[in-house]
Nanobody, 124 residues
Framework: QVQLVESGGGLVQAGGSLRLSCAASGRTFSRYAMGWFRQAPGKEREFVASINWSGDRTYYGDSVKGRFTISRDNAKNTVYLQMNSLSPEDTAVYYC?????????????????WGQGTQVTVSS
């Protein structure tokens, strides 16, 4: 069982930056691939980024490539999402997820555990 708690969301102006954190419980964090997804009102859940267990493989959704960076610190049981050059289109609830697999996935339904989400609002 893994419990995930996101933090770092908030209100930021367009062009600004935020860093989201996701703290995981349990001693087996390093065995999980981790992902970030987001969902805006009236829209489907969207893949943002994922990272494999060791942190040397990362994947990004097309809409965030070059602006967002996912990373993890297995010693701290934490995964991060650095978000730069934010635009109003990035406004959504951001969810952290854990997948009991060594390889990171881009598909939300392959993830086993989810956090409660953190709101990111970008004003124009």
């Amino acid at each position: 069982q893994v419990q995930l708690v996101e933090s770092g969301g908030g209100l930021v102006q367009a062009g600004g930056s935020l860093r989201l954190s996701c703290a995981a419980s349990g001693r087996t964090f390093s065995r999980y691939a981790m992902g970030w997804f987001r969902q805006a009102p009236g829209k489907e859940r969207e893949f943002v980024a994922s990272i494999n267990w060791s942190g040397d493989r990362t994947y990004y959704g097309d809409s965030v490539k070059g602006r967002f960076t996912i990373s993890r610190d297995n010693a701290k049981n934490t995964v991060y999402l650095q978000m730069n050059s934010l635009s109003p289109e990035d406004t959504a609830v951001y969810y952290c997820a854990a997948d009991a697999a060594l390889v990171a996935s881009v598909r939300w339904y392959e993830y086993d555990y989810w956090g409660q989400g953190t709101q990111v609002t970008v004003s124009s």
